[in-house]
């Protein structure tokens, strides 16, 4: 039987690929064939996630891709030691629940620099010549937030939005270079960036929120899943869009 989702041999960058839906994303990858390679800040925490996954000939970069200015160096590097890109997966970011009150302008650019500025130059540059196969995919990983409003979140959901909104502009842009670029917009996901965002803000926002998350707590293999359908051929006629992967989050 032909399966519909399949990497074999191809190229796929992960960034952010050290814990939670970056980690699983990895790993899920790697089942359907894809050579993996994998970029965050913790070594350590690479090295472990290398030695989980299947097969062959998966690489792995320490880099804090927070520094804007290190990202050009980085895809240069890593094009040159694994092979152009057949995929890139961008799911670092970081959650920041504070009031506007402290909502300063230094904060501001912190979350930006990891959620949207690094996001959006780790596109320009794996997108140069020479750098990317044909048919190259991308997907970033968004958040509900970009679309529902919620208390003390504003710098966070901004982030989200600003990535959302570039997709959507990408798409066009891209297209010339028969790239396909997409986003997913997950809700509650059990990882540890959720513990702390649950930590921070009280049992009774997780509550509320998860009462509208009609199928229950998402885990990292959920987006994981969606991801490697956009990343395969079966979903070359998708570009552009924000995917919602939330149990129902956002239906009402």
Do not use: W
Not at 17 to 33: D, E, F, Y
Not at 75 to 85: D, H, M, R, S, W
Not at 197 to 225: C, H, I, W
């Amino acid at each position: 039987m032909k399966t519909i989702i399949d990497l074999s041999d191809k190229n796929i960058l992960v960034i952010g690929a050290s814990s939670g839906i970056g980690r699983q994303t990895a790993i899920t990858l790697s089942q359907i064939g894809a050579k993996v390679i994998l970029v965050a800040r913790n070594e350590e925490r690479l090295q472990s996630v290398i030695c989980e996954l299947e097969g062959a000939g998966h690489h792995y970069y320490p880099c804090d891709v927070s520094k804007v200015e290190t990202i050009e160096n980085l895809i240069k590097t890593i094009v040159a030691e694994a092979g152009p890109l057949d995929g890139l997966v961008y799911t670092a970011g970081m959650e920041a629940p504070v009031p506007l009150t402290q909502a300063k302008p230094d904060r501001v650019q912190e979350v930006f620099d990891i959620n949207y500025f690094a996001f959006l130059e780790t596109v320009r540059q794996a997108t140069k010549k020479g750098r990317f196969n044909a048919g190259m995919r991308i997907v970033g990983i968004s958040s509900v937030a970009s679309v529902r409003g919620e208390k003390s979140r504003v710098i966070y959901s901004s982030s989200k939005g600003a990535m959302d909104a570039a997709i959507r502009c990408l798409a066009v842009e891209l297209a010339l270079k028969e790239i396909c670029i997409n986003s997913i917009e997950p809700s509650m996901i059990d990882t540890e960036m959720y513990l702390r965002f649950a930590e921070r803000l009280g049992e009774g926002s997780v509550t509320y929120k998860a009462n509208r998350q009609f199928l229950g707590m998402g885990q990292p293999q959920d987006v994981a899943n969606a991801v490697a359908f956009l990343l395969s051929p079966a979903s070359r006629f998708i570009t552009g869009i924000s995917l919602p992967v939330d149990g129902g989050f956002t239906s009402c």
